[in-house]
């Protein structure tokens, strides 16, 4: 079993930065795809980012592009997510999760493997 717990979170105007870690314990996750996907108030959950195995290839939803860095430290159990120029409308509770599977990554279901409990991210305007 995997345990992923989120940190990093908090208010940051519009403009700031923020870094979230999510620590996996468990077991390693250096195997897993890793992803970042949030949820807006009022709003479906949504896709973020992800990053492979290895860290050699991500991807972005359109929205964070140029904004946004996954990276991941298969040595520390631990997967990042950069975020700058930050905007109110990324506003959300954001989660971690892993899979075997970088399509159901992207595709944000409930079939993922495993899930953090989310942190919450509010920037202000």
């Known amino acids: 079993q995997v345990q992923l717990v989120e940190s990093g979170g908090g208010l940051v105007q519009a403009g700031g930065s923020l870094r979230l870690s999510c620590a996996a314990a468990?077991?390693?996750?250096?195997?897993?795809?890793m992803g970042w996907l949030r949820q807006a108030p009022g709003k479906e959950r949504e896709f973020v980012a992800a990053?492979?195995?290895?860290?050699?290839?991500?991807r972005y939803a359109d929205s964070v592009k140029g904004r946004f860095t996954i990276s991941r430290d298969n040595a520390k159990n631990t997967v990042y997510l950069q975020m700058n120029s930050l905007e109110p409308e990324d506003t959300a509770v954001y989660y971690c999760?892993?899979?075997?599977?970088?399509?159901?990554?992207?595709?944000?279901?409930?079939?993922?493997?495993?899930w953090g409990k989310g942190i919450l991210v509010t920037v202000s305007s």
């Open positions: 990053i492979n195995w290895s860290g050699s290839s991500t």
């Open positions: 999760a892993a899979d075997k599977s970088a399509v159901m990554i992207t595709a944000g279901g409930d079939g993922i493997n495993y």
């Open positions: 468990g077991r390693s996750v250096s195997t897993y795809v």
